[in-house]
T-cell receptor, first 114, second 116 residues
């Protein structure tokens, strides 16, 4: 079945550092790929998505490129802020049985220190 | 703003209690989902309702009973729970299109459940 593997955290960075959170996936077919973010005490929010190979999703300075050849969707940001501290989830979705089935990774906690 | 609300936000219950979690979406979506989020585990999909019909039941114990009375509301009825059921329960909704294309799931803030 489908699966998502992302790097374990926590990842601790100083403000303005460069961020990479690795994500790889296995799937049959051609899924859409997502990054969700969860701030403390809240539910998951969509951060960015890409629906086909070579697409780049971007939002709030974050970006990720759908790499079919390496089955990866790594999240990057050039300069992190304290407010980016959260848990980041990589996910893929497949339309199966008439609904959207989403498979999530285990999440990577990011801590940004001033 | 996600447009998906969940009540209560926190719930503590004993193993013999019966309680219900409520989810409401204000986005006009036609599919709703229950997920369980436990520490250091991936999100677990529990139930899916599409057009008010249950289309997925991921081997969830019968002590969890979902109900979807209309496309805007989703309930999770709880009875005789175990301490290992303590977790964050997240509701989500999406617009599933007849064409088969996918869309984003929008999540509520969750209900933090503690079973004593």
């Amino acid at each position: 079945g489908d699966s998502v593997t992302q790097m374990e955290g926590p990842v601790t960075l100083s403000e303005e550092a460069f961020l990479t959170i690795n994500c790889t996936y296995t799937a049959t077919g051609y899924p859409s790929l997502f990054w969700y973010v969860q701030y403390p005490g809240e539910g998951l929010q969509l951060l960015l998505k890409a629906t086909k190979a070579d697409d780049k999703g971007s939002n709030k300075g974050f970006e990720a490129t759908y790499r079919k050849e390496t089955t990866s969707f790594h999240l990057e940001k050039g300069s992190v802020q304290v407010s980016d501290s959260a848990v980041y989830f990589c996910a893929l979705s497949d339309h199966s049985g008439g609904y959207q089935k989403v498979t999530f990774g285990t999440g990577t906690k990011l801590q940004v220190i001033p | 703003e996600t447009g998906v609300t969940q009540t209560p936000r926190h719930l503590v219950m004993g193993m013999t209690n019966k309680k219900s979690l409520k989810c409401e979406q204000h986005l006009g979506h036609n599919a709703m989902y229950w997920y369980k989020q436990s520490a250091k585990k991936p999100l677990e999909l529990m139930f899916v309702y599409s057009l008010e019909e249950r289309v997925e039941n991921n081997s969830v114990p019968s002590r969890f009973s979902p109900e979807c009375p209309n496309s805007s509301h989703l309930f999770l009825h709880l009875h005789t729970l175990q301490p290992e059921d303590s977790a964050l329960y997240l509701c989500a909704s999406s617009q599933d299109l007849a064409s088969g294309s996918t869309d984003t799931q929008y999540f509520g803030p969750g209900t933090r459940l503690t079973v004593l």
